[in-house]
């Protein structure tokens, strides 16, 4: 009975660490002109919370924390899945700005 209990707890502990993190990378930059900096922060804490952009997953956060990337300047859909529910904000990125969203509770996704 032991054995199968640190079993568990090993796929537990392997499936929570391999959803944390980088998912998928971020869509590259293209040029040195066109590129945008951008911070995402989560604000959340006590569940797991993926970061998402135009419906691909990039990042799982566990804890609040940041990650930070470069875009091309442009339209994305920026978004969050936690406790499997969805939220999604457009957003437009403009060349020589730098970027900080906050990914809060009751589906919020706000430019700082």
Not at 14 to 33: F, K, Y
Not at 39 to 67: A, K, Q, W
Request: some cysteine; overall charge negative; proline content about 4%.
């Amino acid at each position: 009975m032991h054995s199968r209990g640190l079993l568990f707890l090993s796929i537990a502990l392997l499936t929570a660490c391999a959803s944390t993190g980088m998912i998928n990378q971020p869509p590259r930059a293209t040029s040195a002109q066109s590129a945008v900096d951008v911070r995402i922060h989560n604000l959340m804490s006590g569940s797991h919370v993926t970061f998402i952009i135009d419906d691909v997953e990039i990042y799982g956060f566990v804890e609040p924390s940041h990650y930070d990337f470069v875009l091309d300047t442009g339209g994305y859909r920026f978004g969050y899945k936690k406790d499997g529910r969805k939220c999604h904000a457009e957003v437009v990125l403009n060349a020589g700005v730098s970027y900080i969203f906050n990914l809060a509770p009751d589906c919020v996704i706000e430019m700082q």
